[in-house]
């Protein structure tokens, strides 16, 4: 039997945030189960070993620091700085998960005072933020929020002492090699062209007006279900692309498109490929995927 | 003396300046949060689709019921244009069970994680993790889930309707959580059947619930609590049906007299970044315990008959309103009609210039959105959240609901956990 | 000399089967007399092409492909949206004066006979190749501001259509002038009436 590691010593610390990450992490149905190989020295909302007050005195070592919230050198906790607050808990530990989209690009908050705030690495796509030297011992969880199950896909291998394969971003790639569209239940509609004429129904792809992004959103949303059961797509929502660094863009709900050919393309895919294909496959019409999937409710 | 008080485990942080007397009583309080974001300025210039997307970011406990109060702004923009928009009975019915199911989690939440959790370490327990209560919050969550794609943060709702298209499997499932959900309450939460909790209010004999909720009274029972706390006896709702309540009289509420005041602000030379939010010029209590009694809900008006608006009315209330709304959310799922369409498209936003008021009964009380709209982008945007009624910074002529609840209490431990009972939100507060 | 292949000698039966599909039209055109123009027998036609269909289908994407080709270079060219106008006109208008029969065939057979296009041909596959580079033409001339965004088929059919017309009023011999002489004005009419405003 493979002998159990020791419980890892966790400081959960928050910049300028929502909380929805933290709420995000409560979610997690197998909490309990993290929960035995993790101790808190600090957690907002958990019971934990350190008040905030206690922290900011004793600015103890840790095995992971969890940063949630977007950083901003004089954003205070508990009285402290987060130049020296973060700066100090982030030379005492081994691992830096940096916790939503916030912490890892800036996020919506950035926009609110772009020159001061970012994210602890990157600054949207610039990793000009004030960990970009400690980059290594970072791992990056974007996302608004980040799924709980990622957060404890991380710390699982920190526990494990597994390597972590990572993209440009330090963003695992077993959690965002994939795209938000990967999985998505509307993907025959996209194969075809057949776009959905309005919010509200299981059929049509999203992509062509209602602005979803998830061909060009890393993210495992549609493999790994939000609350276990969902999905922005799945539940007819259009993907805001809410992992990337450029989150908030603008104009969430439309497509912006050229002479009706959408802006932005499925990653990696070529213009001239992809109309090609999408020409060809728009002038087909396939009945079944023009009717309703079910034709009543009675 | 004046002592800082830093409050944690809220949602966020929040600073109270307390002055005690020689006994550690406590004379004078102020309330302050030392945090501010700027989600309205944020706001501006975008898309007014957009605030369905940025909104919910205010808050991550109730960042749903800011989506909800989004949308039935722009609603309520269309509608002033003249813009005719039409929402079926069933994306109007999946938007109330998708909010109340926020309501829940947060009051499980602050019950195990806030009250429970703070009245035991007073009493010199040993605080553990309320694995069970955050296992029922995330089914809860889960429900929501299977309409609103996810929470927290979804954006599902939008002017015309919701995104979603549900079939009766997701209400099936939907059902099924919630039965979960109403056995916890009813073995864990209350040690009884919503029937003999209702019986036990009107009786008065709450306190001897065998349940969570039982041990929470108790506990402020010998911490000497229970019935502190008293504030003004005034109270909000301009949610659903609009009720101002002040010396047991109820009328009906009137919009027009809602004003925000920011004279406690560090703008103004003050202290905190809140501002204060009253009606007719005064502070009025919001939440759980305002709905109950404007709509004169048989159990808390009996209790409040009995104690006043102290401690033990506003934890009951919360946990009454976890029971009712469990009911509310049975009725809704049991009664919907998925052959109804679940979005009536509306003419696009871009043809829309008008102001719009969207006003909701979030967790913690009555949120209010209001924008003016300009060709379908956001000209200016203002939010009013509950806590800015209940947690407001008043002066000693005029003070605050829970800046009054906690003066008089017998020591500062005592009044930071009547502070509690208003269940704060810190990032909703300085949004 | 070596054999030509069996690729070289496939478009050698296409380019002459073209001129008789362009002047003869569809159904007046039969793999007989095709097998005769190019002096082979029927059966050794068929090797080539199983059916008439079949050859008249390779025969749209051998178009399509031609002109998506000379559509891509001016694509790749660093000139103005204005500019590539006027290139796809003169280019247009010239494949119309040295290879007739290409546009015509285009015009007159596959436009006209969509019935034998339906089951090999269906919707803009045998045209993919040249709908694909007018769609990255139109795509980069909104992109860069030049043209005003709208539905693509809306411009389509005006640059098209308008382009078609010119050369089928030109293959009727009602105009005065050669046809070159008109590219200027028109490609200058299609500018102003697709650039942004």
Redesign the interface.
């Known amino acids: 039997m493979p002998s159990n590691p020791a419980k890892l010593r966790v400081i959960w610390l928050q910049g300028i945030t929502c909380n929805g990450n933290t709420h995000s992490f409560l979610n997690d149905p197998s909490l309990g189960t993290l929960l035995d190989s993790v101790e808190f020295l600090h957690h907002p909302l958990l019971p934990c070993t350190f008040t905030l007050q206690q922290l900011v005195k004793k600015l103890p070592k840790s095995d992971i620091l969890i940063f949630e919230g977007a950083y901003s050198a004089s954003f205070e906790r508990a009285g402290m700085a987060m130049e020296s607050l973060l700066m100090t808990l982030a030379l005492k530990t081994k691992h830096i998960i940096s916790m939503g989209s916030c912490a890892s690009f800036g996020g919506i908050f950035k926009e609110n005072d772009p020159e001061h705030i970012s994210g602890i690495v990157f600054d949207k796509e610039n990793d000009s933020g004030p960990l970009r030297d400690m980059r290594k011992k970072v791992i990056t969880l974007s996302g608004c929020p980040a799924h709980p199950k990622w957060l404890s896909f991380t710390i699982d291998m920190i526990r494990f002492d597994k390597p972590i394969a990572v993209d440009e971003y330090r963003r695992p790639k077993e959690l965002y090699a994939y795209l938000v569209h990967n999985g998505c239940l509307r993907n025959e509609y996209f194969e075809w062209k057949v776009d959905s004429e309005h919010f509200g129904t299981k059929e049509g792809c999203l992509f062509y007006a209602q602005g979803c992004q998830g061909p060009f959103t890393h993210g495992s949303c549609n493999k790994i279900l939000w609350n276990e059961v969902s999905s922005k797509t799945r539940s007819g929502t259009p993907c805001v692309g809410c992992t990337e660094p450029t989150f908030p863009k603008r104009e969430l709900f439309t497509t912006k498109t050229y002479m009706s050919i959408p802006s932005e393309m499925p990653i990696g895919i070529p213009k001239r490929s992809y109309l090609a294909l999408a020409g060809a496959a728009k002038s087909f019409h396939i009945k079944r995927l023009e009717e309703r999937l079910i034709d009543d409710h009675t | 003396m004046i002592t800082h008080e830093l409050i944690e485990r809220i949602e966020g942080e929040a600073v109270l300046d307390f002055q005690t007397d020689k006994s550690g009583a406590v004379q004078d309080a102020a309330i302050r949060f030392l945090h501010f974001r700027g989600m309205e300025a944020i706001l501006e210039g975008r898309n007014a689709l957009d605030a369905l997307v940025i909104t919910p970011r205010v808050c991550g406990i109730c960042g749903h019921s800011h989506l909800i109060a989004t949308v039935k702004m722009i609603e309520d923009a269309y509608r002033n244009a003249g813009v005719a928009i039409r929402i079926s009975d069933k994306a109007t019915a999946i938007r109330q069970i998708t909010l109340s199911c926020e309501l829940i989690q947060n009051h499980i939440k602050w019950l195990y994680l806030v009250m429970l959790h703070e009245s035991g370490k007073m009493m010199g327990e040993e605080p553990t993790v309320a694995l069970k209560a955050l296992y029922v919050s995330s089914q809860v969550n889960q429900l929501c889930a299977l309409f609103s794609g996810q929470w927290p943060h979804s954006s599902y709702a939008l002017p015309g309707g919701v995104s979603c298209d549900p079939t009766h499997i997701e209400v099936m499932q939907a059902l099924k959580i919630l039965s979960d959900v109403e056995r916890f309450i009813e073995d864990e939460v209350l040690g009884c059947t919503p029937e003999v909790f209702e019986q036990a209010m009107r009786d008065n004999e709450v306190l001897s619930l065998s349940g969570d909720f039982g041990t929470v009274l108790r506990n402020f029972e010998r911490l000497k609590v229970l019935d502190t706390g008293k504030s003004h006896g005034r109270f909000l709702v301009l949610g659903d049906k609009s009720v101002a309540m002040a010396n047991g009289i109820r009328n009906s509420a009137d919009f027009a007299l809602v004003s925000e005041d920011d004279s406690q602000t560090f703008e103004h030379g003050g202290k905190t970044y809140a501002k204060n939010a009253l009606y007719n010029g005064e502070f009025y209590e919001g939440g759980p315990l305002a709905r109950a009694l404007v709509q004169e809900r048989t159990g808390i008006t009996d209790l409040y008959r009995t104690y006043g608006d102290s401690a033990i009315i506003r934890l009951s209330a919360r946990v009454a309103e976890m029971v009712s709304l469990c009911a509310q959310v049975r009725q809704l799922l049991t009664s919907l009609d998925l052959s109804q369409p679940s979005f009536i498209p509306p003419p696009a936003i871009e043809s829309i210039s008008a102001e719009g008021i969207g006003i909701i009964e979030a967790p913690r009380g009555s949120l209010i959105h209001r924008a003016t709209i300009e060709k379908g982008k956001i000209v200016s945007y203002s939010i009013i959240t509950p806590t800015q009624w209940n947690l407001g910074n008043g002066t000693a002529s005029n003070l605050g609901i829970a800046q009054k609840a906690m003066i008089g209490a017998e020591s500062i431990a005592k009044a930071s956990l009547i502070f509690r009972t208003f269940d704060v939100c810190s990032v909703c507060t300085t949004h | 000399m070596a054999r030509p292949t069996k690729e070289e000698r496939k478009v050698s039966i296409m380019t002459k089967a073209l001129e008789l599909f362009s002047k003869e039209g569809f159904y007046q055109t039969t793999m007989p007399s095709i097998a005769e123009k190019i002096g082979m027998s029927v059966g050794n036609l068929y090797n080539y092409f199983t059916s008439k269909e079949m050859l008249a289908k390779d025969l749209i994407l051998y178009i399509a492909n031609i002109l998506g080709d000379e559509i891509r270079k001016i694509n790749e060219s660093p000139i103005s949206t204005q500019e590539k106008i006027e290139a796809i006109v003169h280019m247009y208008f010239r494949i119309a004066k040295d290879r007739p029969e290409t546009i015509e065939y285009f015009l007159r057979v596959y436009l006209s006979n969509r019935e034998v296009f339906q089951n090999c041909c269906?919707?803009?596959?045998c045209v993919?190749?040249f709908?694909?580079e007018m769609?990255?033409f139109?795509?980069?001339?909104?992109?860069c501001g030049e043209?005003r965004?709208?539905?693509?088929?809306s411009?389509f059919g005006l640059f098209m259509g308008y382009l078609g017309g010119m050369v089928f009023i030109n293959g009727e011999n009602i105009l005065p002038k050669p046809l070159e002489s008109y590219e200027h004005t028109i490609a200058e009419n299609i500018y102003y009436a697709l650039k942004s405003r």
């Open positions: 269906e919707g803009m596959i993919s190749a709908v694909t769609m990255i139109f795509e980069e001339g909104v992109r043209l965004d709208q539905d693509f088929f411009a």
